[in-house]
């Protein structure tokens, strides 16, 4: 709400760059619905860099609005950069922000397009330099879909939806050490629920790719050559072998241990096998509905 308010008000400093060198790709989902399946294969694209989970896009694109009046362009970076200091846990990335800070502070597009891929040109040419479009892909960001279409109203769009019921079988089989709260069947659902909110709210804004992850696992490479047509990137191989390449430093916990494997589709109904009568009484009330919509039921 203070974001749409302030969203009325003349704004210091632009959202928009004049600078862009290529738009970005945004894969929106609940989590635990092969985001980071899909995240290894795009990143093994030459043209293509996606880093792993971060946390701090949306908090920055928020506090963007709220302080935008009140400080110069230097502190307003400091500001939103401080969402990504090791120190808040707010991203898995192997990197040292703090280098950053010079090419914006110093930048003459003042912007907070410019400001978000200078974030991630400057991680992503340490990792691949020849990389052309960054991808992210991070689970919390469907809770800021409209923050960041709103910041980037040209990229291309893409989401990946699961089964539900297995979805929230997979957080509950993760535990709460993994996950917290979304361990708990209905805060799971919750969740899973919320994604697909952010997904309609989206298609109403603009194009968005549905990737459906029973398809990605059984139909691989087809799922791909089209998912590379949206993308207006062409097809590579190299995807496949994501398996193959050294696990990045943000997908080093238990819970990422299968994307060391090729690709597989025994996941697929895992519910039915390891879900109870009483978890489904329990989340089929929230869920049910957007289940029978998307043809799971």
Known sequence: LVVQVLGLIPKRFQIYSAEMQSQPI????????????????????????????????????????????????????????GELEASTGSHTWDYKMKELYPTIFNSKDQSL?????????SYGHQVKPSFKRWVETSPPNVHYVREIFRTFPKATYCFIIRDGRDVINSYMTGGEDSFGELSKPREAAKLWKLSIDA???????????????????????????DLSGWMDIPYE???????????????????????????FNSSVGKWKEEMSPGTLDEIMPVISKQLKQFDYL
Not at 27 to 36: A, D, E, K
Not at 238 to 253: C, E, I, N, T, W
Request: net charge positive.
């Open 26 to 81: 945004f894969v929106f989902g609940s989590g635990r619905n092969g985001s980071t399946l899909l995240n290894r294969m795009l990143h093994q694209h030459s043209q293509l860099f996606a880093p792993t989970e971060q946390y701090f896009l949306g908090p920055g694109i928020i506090k963007f609005h709220l302080y935008n009046l009140m400080l110069n362009w230097r502190d307003l970076s400091k500001v939103i950069l």
């Open 113 to 121: 397009q410019r400001m978000i891929d200078v974030v991630y040109r």
């Open 199 to 225: 997904y309609r709210w989206l298609v109403h804004k603009t194009d968005v790719k549905l990737i459906r992850y029973e398809k990605l696992v059984s139909n691989t490479v087809e799922e791909l050559r």
């Open 237 to 263: 191989e190299s995807m496949l072998d994501f398996h193959k390449k050294p696990v990045a430093f943000g997908h080093q916990d238990p819970y990422f241990r299968n994307i060391t494997k090729p690709v």
